[in-house]
């Protein structure tokens, strides 16, 4: 049989599958991570970033919490740290909104957990989405432990069972309410493997079924920067990848730097992004702010950084534009020639 050319032939998930647009999603502050994402984080569901250290697990949180709070004027944000690390003045610099969060207090065990997710779940506003972020699931403990005296051997198994009741009794009223639980895990390492993955996180298999979106971060590099004779690390390179996504298509990954002090530096990754795929949108770009045609990302990014913020901000947007329509055209060549059931 002659297989018809990919134009001709009728894709109606292609679009879909490629970069969605529907209103089910809000942006991570990372055009390349939404793509990733296939949109964003997803209304109603649940996420899981794990990562090792300096990764940017709680800058994803911070920069969710911005983008949810920019998008959603009347919508509610939650905010349960448990690891009694998080700095509010730094978070408030990077954007947080600090004044719209209700951060949860004496909240350590898992039933506390609970406890805390169903009151945000029965005083949830209708009609106006949430954000619920717990950081991070690794420091939650649970009552039985607490009750044990300290270094009294345990076999550790009744916290993924607490967790796998949690979600049970939960996910329905998350998805009814439209509140998006993002959860932060911490790699541990698994003693005595010789194959597959070295490393798990804590909570056993509840998140594996439970989450909609699973992104593993890895930090590639320290970025350095010299100043006076002085040199310093100024930030860090991260690669993210969506190993679970029921939202769009998984296993999708990408890069992008974090500065501290700034967060994710969304344009950088982008026009790196789309030099690494010799994109032709990268002309449209030039064209755009009005460089030479073989004009790199540094000769660009010196064009941005000479714009007023309104300017910044409307010709950011532009370059997503670009980087959306290139990641969709690449991600429609990798589809299916035709509909298995379709006409």
């Known amino acids: 049989m002659t297989r018809q050319p990919r134009e001709k032939v009728k ?3 292609g679009a879909y599958f490629a970069v969605p647009t529907a209103p089910m999603f809000f942006p991570s502050g990372c055009a390349l991570l939404d793509c990733v994402l296939a949109g964003g984080w997803v ?7 794990i990562g090792d250290k300096s990764t940017g697990k709680t800058l994803l949180a911070i920069e969710a919490s911005a983008n949810f709070a920019k998008l959603y004027p009347k919508g509610t944000i939650h905010y349960n740290e448990v690891e009694a690390a998080f700095d509010r003045p730094y978070a408030q610099a990077l954007g947080m909104p600090i004044d719209r969060i209700r951060f949860s207090e004496n909240c350590f065990t898992v039933e506390d957990v609970f406890k805390d997710m169903q009151w945000s779940i029965d005083h949830q506003p209708k009609g106006q989405p949430g954000l619920y972020i717990l950081d991070s699931l690794d ?8 009750d044990r005296g300290f270094g009294e051997a345990s076999y550790g198994m009744k916290k993924p069972k607490l967790l796998g009741e949690l979600f049970r009794r939960l996910v329905q009223g998350l998805a009814g309410s439209q509140i998006h639980v993002m959860i932060i895990s911490q790699v541990r390492d698994k003693i005595g493997v010789t194959f597959g993955r070295k490393w798990t996180r804590a909570g056993g298999h509840a998140m594996d079924h439970y989450a909609s979106q699973i992104i593993y971060l890895a930090q590639v590099k320290s970025l350095k920067k010299t100043y006076h004779g002085v040199e310093r690390t100024v930030g860090i390179r991260v690669k993210a990848k969506c190993e679970k996504n029921k939202a769009g298509l998984a296993f999708r990954e990408c890069e ?6 700034y967060g994710i530096d969304d344009v950088v990754a982008m026009l790196e992004w789309l030099v690494e ?5 990268l002309d449209i770009v030039r ?9 790199g990302v540094d000769e660009i990014l010196d064009q941005f950084q000479k714009m007023d913020n309104a300017t910044f901000a409307e010709e950011r ?3 997503e534009q670009s980087v959306k329509a290139a990641w969709g055209d690449i991600e429609i060549g990798f589809l299916p020639e035709r509909n298995k059931y379709g006409d």
């Open 11 to 13: 894709n109606p998930g």
């Open 43 to 49: 209304h109603g569901r649940i996420s899981n970033i």
């Open 139 to 146: 420091a939650v403990s649970d009552q039985d432990e607490l």
């Open 256 to 261: 992008f730097p974090i500065m501290f002090g």
């Open 277 to 281: 795929v010799k994109s032709e949108n």
């Open 287 to 295: 064209s755009n702010l009005k460089v030479g045609k073989a004009a």
């Open 317 to 319: 947007t532009r370059l």
